[in-house]
């Protein structure tokens, strides 16, 4: 696994913040927030283009490639993998971004608006802009010759590339993927849009405050930035070259709400056929699951849409724990699964749930239903965790993961 995201810039330090229960949200720095509602984000820290890449690198790609090869790099490293000794025609790449390269996109657009008329774009304004060209770019690094594509499902992205790797190596279509997802949205254009959306939170006085899930006050998600990557592979073609093996995906639902361009449905029909299908598929039943890893962006309707989803499919249950950790990291959209999915093989590594953190009223529909860790992080046995993840057009993804 490899992780660049707010609360870290590698697997151990992420780990460590979420454990911890650290906030990764502070006043932007990219640009000026000054006439903006929202003025605070999650932001990466120390991350310096410079210390990964040369100048002629930084031309061609976009941040949000940038942080997809960093994060794959310390996967890479992480398993152990000498792809001299691998059938590189049987490895492939599934990665993900909801936006792709937004930045340079808003920077080459208002260069363009802002001058005489006359196009002068950086021949790599195509390709730095393109949500695909992170996948390729992995690819050519390791010379990787597999399946190659990048899924696009909104903010379920990540996790509905980590449901196509588990297919693809089941289908004997592949022997390793090399899977995840990036994002780099920290950007006027973007934090400018979903605020008029009425997405964001306007907590500008206390931004490591602001993402609070399931609590009764909270007002909206908090951007986040950074990339999530993981190495899935075949278990016997894994164990063959004694790599590391942290847990096993077992299922994978994909479903659609089929109800609002980017509301959830008010009873969570998307959620509930989507979490089922992948409990379905890992032949288990609901009252297996141990934690829940929740899409909790801390928006008035998702959280509860979600809540009453997983009421329905597992009933009040207090030993079912359930949190939302973008509360610590914020909401790094097309991200999201894969630092999430981190999150979830690391607490079964460790047999501990992390909390939420900043909630302190939670919806009082559901403040009895379930076990929510508040604040700090809690040790427990567990064999079943699930990471949720849903999309603007009512995309559903569901993760299911099982401790070796």
């Not at 399946?147 to 089941?170: G, H, K």
Request: with cysteine.
């Amino acid at each position: 696994m490899g992780a660049l995201t707010p609360l870290g810039n590698n697997v151990e330090s992420f780990w460590n913040g979420v454990e911890a229960g650290k906030s990764g949200a502070a006043p932007i720095t990219k640009f000026d927030t000054e006439k903006f509602k929202t003025r605070f984000a999650c932001e990466l820290k120390g991350f310096d283009s410079k210390e990964h890449f040369d100048v002629k690198e930084i031309r061609k790609y976009d941040l949000f490639s940038q942080y997809a090869l960093v994060a794959v790099d310390e996967a890479v490293k992480d398993a152990g993998i000498d792809f001299e000794g691998l059938n590189r025609d049987r490895i492939g790449v599934i990665w993900g971004s909801g936006n792709g390269g937004i930045q340079t996109f808003q920077d080459q657009m208002t260069e363009f608006c802002s001058g005489d008329g006359t196009p002068r774009f950086t021949p790599f304004f195509i390709p730095r802009i393109l949500v695909d060209i992170a996948s390729g770019i992995i690819s050519i690094k390791y010379g990787l010759r597999g399946i190659n594509f990048c899924p696009v499902s909104a903010c379920a992205t990540s996790n509905t590339a980590l449901i196509e790797a588990f297919n693809y190596i089941r289908w004997n279509k592949a022997d390793m993927v090399v899977s995840g997802g990036s994002e780099a949205a920290i950007t006027g254009s973007a934090i400018g849009g979903f605020s008029s959306a009425k997405a964001l939170s306007t907590m500008n006085e206390e931004p490591e405050k602001a993402s609070r899930p399931f609590d009764v006050t909270r007002d909206g998600f908090v951007m986040g930035e950074g990339a999530g990557a993981l190495i899935i592979e075949e278990y016997e073609h894994a164990v063959k070259r004694g790599a590391k093996i942290y847990c096993e995906i077992v299922g994978g639902g994909m479903a659609a709400d089929a109800y609002h361009l980017t509301g959830t449905h008010p009873e969570g029909d998307g959620a509930v056929l989507g979490m089922n299908l992948a409990i379905e598929e890992a032949g288990i039943t609901p009252d297996q699951i141990d934690y829940v890893n929740m899409h909790a962006t801390s928006t008035p309707q998702g959280d509860v849409s979600e809540l009453i989803a997983v009421k329905r499919l597992f009933g009040p249950r207090q030993s079912l724990s359930i949190s939302g950790t973008k509360s610590m990291t914020g909401h790094l959209l097309g991200a999201a699964g894969a630092i999430e999915a981190i999150i979830c093989v690391k607490a079964l590594e460790k047999q501990i749930v992390p909390p939420t953190i900043n909630t302190t009223e939670i919806e009082p529909d559901f403040a009895g239903d379930f076990h929510f860790p508040l604040g700090k992080s809690e040790p427990k046995a567990m064999t079943y965790v699930m990471s949720n993840t849903f999309g603007f057009g009512g995309h559903i993804a569901s993760v299911l993961f099982k401790k070796i």
